[in-house]
């Protein structure tokens, strides 16, 4: 049995050691082959990803030629994007933004385009009295049309019949409504105070000429304290007409500042004409330091800018234009003011138009409301100040989020990915905005913000701000001519034969 010194151990140990290290530096080494072997792969990947994206930029290059084939489009009036006008020869010129987004798509994808202008005889032999949106996608749908130039916002079930390229407009919607006009100023002097407090006067000096009247009665009857010197000019015997007669005209004389005597000195008679000179002083000054402000400053109605202010009003109704999302948003409402302008709708069904230009007829009587993209409000704001140069209508606050119209193709046509790659690029470019903006008439005066805080201006009162006044005094003069001419008349027949004879 031999012994195994100590530097024999140690040798065995370093070499156990080593042998044990040389598995780890193989696995090492292997792992770092992996690692190159993947680098060259994710290179290659690349390389080949790099030649597809070259490939298919080369293919969409060569998509973007149509090779000049025609394509045929629907146009309805749709101002400011498109602006038909009948010529005499039976053609139609359109000079809105629409027709300059498809000369740049022209030149950009090299077709020419025809357009169908709808609706026409054609149309409303087929389909009736179909609105303009629902026409045109009943004609693409049935494929008798490659597209239309008129916007659509798209949604679910509009994209079951129809494609949808990438959207030409985006804009919130609003309503154009009609600029408020001045309050009737020709009762503008009952304006300080309100029909309550009116009433509480008259009921007031109503009282008060009753308690006057019975108090003179009594006076009369049981104390005879009429005063000596003014009964000298007195009736001996007043009526109660007469009594109540006179002490209207005294009241309404302490109402305007005139004055008058009263015969009657009991004292309980002085403190009742004491309390009524009182509240009349109160009565006349409020009166007099206010009235100057209503006659001056013109009142003006209350102005409509949200679908609460509309459903408010009594003068102005709400209209709609047939399949827009608006109609369906307003119909399906279950509370609030839309739900209330539904109801309005639901009971006055012609209030649902199908085209635009019955929509123009409507507002021009600045008795409707209509809610539509704000650039078509603008434009008929700004048309109507083109014709009138007045400001006679304006565009409301949106009242929704920026919504994206879009242009309608066939169902799985081939031309929706070029026109949505078309359509993204000239986006891009800015160039849509400046066309619209281009096709609105100028009328900035109509579209300026006023100022909230109103400076007073001093001016004369003029015969309008006093028109209620002479009004009352025409029908004063008049009602008092007519019973005067009235009394004598009942005079002259009752009078006795036998003193005429005589």
């Known amino acids: 049995m031999s012994t195994i010194t100590c530097s024999e151990y140690h040798r065995a140990t370093i070499v156990l050691r080593a042998r044990r290290c040389v598995p780890s530096l193989a696995h090492l080494v292997m792992s770092f082959r992996h690692l190159m072997i993947l680098l060259v792969m994710m290179d290659t990947l690349i390389s080949l990803a790099a030649a597809v994206s070259q490939s298919s930029y080369h293919t969409n290059k060569k998509a973007d030629n149509l090779n000049g084939i025609e394509l045929n489009f629907a146009s309805i009036h749709f101002p400011p994007h498109n602006i038909l006008t009948l010529m005499p020869n039976g053609n139609y010129t359109d000079i809105g933004s629409t027709p300059l987004y498809f000369a740049w798509l022209q030149e950009k994808l090299n077709f020419t385009i025809s357009y169908d202008y709808l609706p026409n005889n054609l149309t409303k032999t087929q389909y009736g009295n179909l609105g303009d949106i629902a026409l045109v996608l009943k004609l693409v749908e049935e494929k008798k049309l490659d597209g239309s130039s008129r916007f659509v916002i798209a949604n679910y079930d509009r994209l079951k019949s129809v494609d949808f390229a990438y959207y030409m407009w985006a804009e919130s919607l609003a309503m154009v409504v009609p600029r408020p006009g001045q309050e009737p100023r020709i009762f503008t002097f009952v304006h300080p105070f309100q029909s309550t407090v009116w009433l509480l006067i008259f009921l007031a000096a109503s009282i008060i000429i009753a308690l006057m009247t019975l108090f003179s009665g009594i006076y009369c009857k049981l104390f005879a304290t009429l005063d000596p010197d003014y009964l000298s000019s007195l009736p001996r015997k007043f009526t109660i007409y007469e009594w109540s007669s006179y002490y209207a005209i005294y009241l309404a004389n302490t109402l305007t500042n005139q004055g008058n005597a009263i015969p009657l000195r009991r004292l309980s008679f002085r403190i009742l004409i004491g309390v009524w000179v009182l509240t009349a002083t109160v009565l006349v000054n409020s009166y007099s330091s206010t009235v100057i402000s209503y006659l001056t400053i013109p009142k003006m109605k209350p102005a409509i800018n949200t679908f609460e202010d509309l459903a408010n009003s009594q003068e102005v109704e709400l209209i709609l234009l047939a399949d827009t999302m608006t109609k369906k948003q307003i119909l ?16 006055n069904p012609d209030r649902i ?52 119209f879009s242009m309608p193709l066939q169902k799985s046509s081939k031309l929706t990915p070029i026109f949505q790659y078309a359509l993204m690029e000239l986006q891009e470019t800015g160039f849509p905005e400046y ?65 005429e004879t005589q």
């Open 332 to 347: 399906d409402a279950t509370h609030g003011a839309q739900k209330t302008l539904g109801d309005q709708i639901r009971k």
């Open 435 to 499: 066309w619209v903006k281009k096709s609105i008439p100028h009328a900035q005066k109509c579209f300026k913000k006023t100022n909230q805080r109103k400076i007073a201006i001093r001016k004369p009162i003029s015969l309008d701000d006093l028109a209620g006044a002479f009004l009352i005094l025409g029908v004063g003069v008049s009602l008092a001519t007519f019973f005067f001419l009235l009394e004598n008349i009942i005079r002259f027949q009752s009078r006795d034969p036998a003193i």
């Open 353 to 404: 138009l199908n085209n635009i230009e019955k929509v123009n007829v409507r507002l021009i009587t600045e008795r409707y409301a209509f809610a539509n993209p704000q650039s078509v409000c603008n434009n008929f704001v700004a048309s109507q100040f083109q014709e009138t140069r007045k400001c006679r209508f304006k565009t409301t606050d949106p009242y929704s989020m920026t919504v994206f």
